[in-house]
């Protein structure tokens, strides 16, 4: 017989379901604002054109890093022991995202800085209408790991080939990754419900994040493509 795990958000108290819900968007926002004021801090220094060319050039090896670092800080956001090491993990995130998207935002700010604005705002609305979907629906979307995990290695092989030999992957390729981001939304946002312990609102929030920055990062490389 199957016991209902009763740390589950779902299993919870509705006070205790709408506390998480709360805070797993409140520190969504407050790791996008995080990003956002390191990017521009970043890119209002002179040697930001100099880091964003060797961050470039040496792209296989920050790929590779930023994947170690998001295994490292996911473990540390799902820590059941220590607050610190949650927050530590979701701040070690946002900075090698921050990273990640650093010679991308640079070429956008001195070729098309409103490009920047515009895939703002469409990640935005993309997320918002996402997030409602999965909130009116309270479907559980947790069949597309398997859809997502599989299409991820895929379009890393793709990125993979494409920077050895030296090939352009075009705007097909970001759509489609922007679909990929949508689907990492859905899934994140219903494993808030489904899946996530009432404590680890943390965790939930670097996963939102996840995808919300992969859209984001999408989006702009379409709007920069149609310069």
Do not use: C
């Not at 407050?30 to 050039?57: D, K």
């Not at 220590?82 to 935002?105: D, I, M, N, R, T």
């Not at 993309?126 to 398997?146: E, M, Q, Y």
């Amino acid at each position: 017989m199957e016991y209902a795990n009763p740390y589950v958000v779902a299993n919870a108290e509705a006070s205790e379901r709408t506390l998480f819900i709360r805070r797993t968007y409140i520190h969504l926002a407050l790791a996008i604002a995080a990003f956002a004021g390191l990017e521009a801090f970043i890119l209002s220094q002179s040697w930001a054109g100099q880091l964003a060319q060797t961050l470039s050039s040496s792209w296989m090896l920050v790929l590779g890093g930023f994947m170690l670092v998001s295994w490292l800080s996911n473990s540390w956001a799902m820590s059941s022991t220590s607050k610190g090491a949650q927050y530590l993990g979701l701040g070690l995130f946002v900075a090698a995202e921050a990273l990640l998207f650093l010679p991308l935002l640079y070429i956008a700010k001195t070729y098309d800085p409103e490009a920047i604005g515009k895939a703002g705002v469409m990640t935005a609305f993309l997320f918002g209408g996402i997030t409602l979907v999965a909130f009116t629906t309270k479907a559980d979307f947790s069949f597309l790991r398997g859809f997502i995990t599989v299409a991820s290695f895929v379009a890393l092989g793709f990125i993979v080939v494409s920077y050895f030999f030296g090939y352009n992957l075009g705007t097909l390729f970001s759509g489609a990754m922007v679909l990929l981001a949508g689907a990492s939304v859905l899934y994140s946002t219903s494993n808030l419900i489904h899946q996530y312990r009432t404590t680890q609102y943390v965790a939930a929030a670097l996963s939102l994040f996840a995808g919300v920055a992969l859209m984001f990062y999408y989006i702009l490389s379409i709007f920069m493509s149609r310069r």
